[in-house]
Nanobody
Framework: QVQLVESGGGLVQAGGSLRLSCAAS????????MGWYRQAPGKQRELVAQ???????NYADSVKGRFTISRDNAKNTVYLQMNSLKPEDTAVYYC?????????WGQGTQVTVSS
């Protein structure tokens, strides 16, 4: 079982920036995928960005060019740098860990972008 602890959410004005962090602990597989998903009120949870343990990345079209995902394998931590934030980015952001041994989710962190 892998535990995930997220941090870094908050309230920011449109055009501003935030950085989310997600630290994983427990049994970490050598190959895994860590990512960020988000869920806005009344909407389904959607992929924002993900990164493999060897550095391959994937982004939702809506955040390309504005968000950057990165990771520090020594710290088992993944980051999401969010720039040029828009009100439509407002959501609860969840960290996800996936490996051949299973999937874990974080508790979520609220990001609110005011116009």
């Amino acid at each position: 079982q892998v535990q995930l602890v997220e941090s870094g959410g908050g309230l920011v004005q449109a055009g501003g920036s935030l950085r989310l962090s997600c630290a994983a602990s427990g049994f970490i597989s050598s190959f895994n995928v860590m990512g960020w998903y988000r869920q806005a009120p009344g909407k389904q949870r959607e992929l924002v960005a993900q990164i493999t343990s060897v550095g391959s990345t994937n982004y939702a079209d809506s955040v390309k060019g504005r968000f950057t995902i990165s990771r520090d394998n020594a710290k088992n931590t993944v980051y999401l740098q969010m720039n040029s934030l828009k009100p439509e980015d407002t959501a609860v952001y969840y960290c996800k860990y996936s490996s051949s041994h299973g999937v874990s989710w974080g508790q979520g962190t609220q990001v609110t972008v005011s116009s």
